[in-house]
């Protein structure tokens, strides 16, 4: 009971406030699922959160100083010289690929095509990991400000890691290709052949479904992004196929893949903005070209065709010769008459 200037009142029970607060979050869970009316109130919320989300992260970024320090210099300077023995492999590498990438833009310009590569690359350090069971997700320092948005590709240096699901002001949501509301477009780099993968909660792999037995795919098999549906380039590594089960009682197969991606490094990510080029687009223009060809092949051949009739009115006047032939046939009679009265007086 509350009294204000003489008045009571009386304050509604436990279960009272518990049934409309449970009935106002229930509506707008709905709203917000339908709809996605309270994405601004969401985004602005991530900027009241973000202190205590970075207080949260001091402790993990304290352990890694404190290994760091136990570590001493003996580990930096083993690394250091790993390090330094790897990186002529490594440019080694890097000249050969750069051949190869400039032979295959030449190619697709041969084609009428265009390469997509991601005109600019942003790298976002990670905030937090998400701890709801079966869920693989990341906050990352970078939001609206940055010019992110939802559905963009999200890599590291050797492979897809996931893509960015809700956008904030100051910083992002990023669902992994492990989570179990994830699906990808992949095709097997050996052959060509089209999957998808979809997460399954676990950390370190997926699964390629609707594959029958009679599909051609192996163990160690590289998955790359298909390019298919727009979200990620064509041609980044996302898995290799670690274990196939064929069951005899099931349609298709059971195939685990492990991601390339190093999905447990939580130090930071790369955002990219790959370019929008339609392959498609050029395809039609050599069909077009080859159309008006093909309409000047008749135009060509139309004057031989006029010639035809030309040829064919010819025979109308064939009658009048056909009459002319007759007359040296009625002179030879004449001749033969001539000939008879001859033969006579021979007598």
Partial sequence: MLQIHGWQIRLPSNLTRFVLLALLSVS??????????????????????????????????????????????????????????????????????????????????????SALVAEKAVAAELLEVASEPFRRTLVIAKGEKDGLYVGQPVIDAYGIRGQVSEVGVLQSKVILITD??????????????????????????????YLTASADIKVGDLLVSSGIGGTFPFGYPVAKVTKIVNNPNESFLDITATPVAQLSNNREVLLIWPTKAALTLPAPKPAEDKKPAAAKKPVAKHPPEVKKPAETAAPKPAPTPAVSTPQPVVTPPPAEPASKPAAVPSP
């Fill in 28 to 113: 707008l869970m709905l709203l917000d699922a339908r709809g996605h009316h309270l994405e601004r109130i969401r985004a602005g919320l991530t900027v009241l959160f973000a202190p205590i989300q970075l207080v949260a992260a001091i402790p993990i970024r304290v352990g890694g100083w404190m290994v760091d320090f136990v570590r001493g210099d003996q580990a930096l300077q083993e690394e250091v010289e790993k390090l330094r023995t790897e990186q002529p492999l490594l440019m080694a590498k890097l000249q050969r690929y750069d051949a190869l990438e400039a032979e295959n833009a030449h190619l697709r310009e041969l084609l009428g095509t």
């Fill in 180 to 209: 179990p509301g994830h699906a990808i477009p992949v095709q097997v780099n050996r052959n060509g052949l089209r999957a998808i993968a979809f997460g399954t909660g676990a950390p370190d792999s997926v699964s390629i479904r």
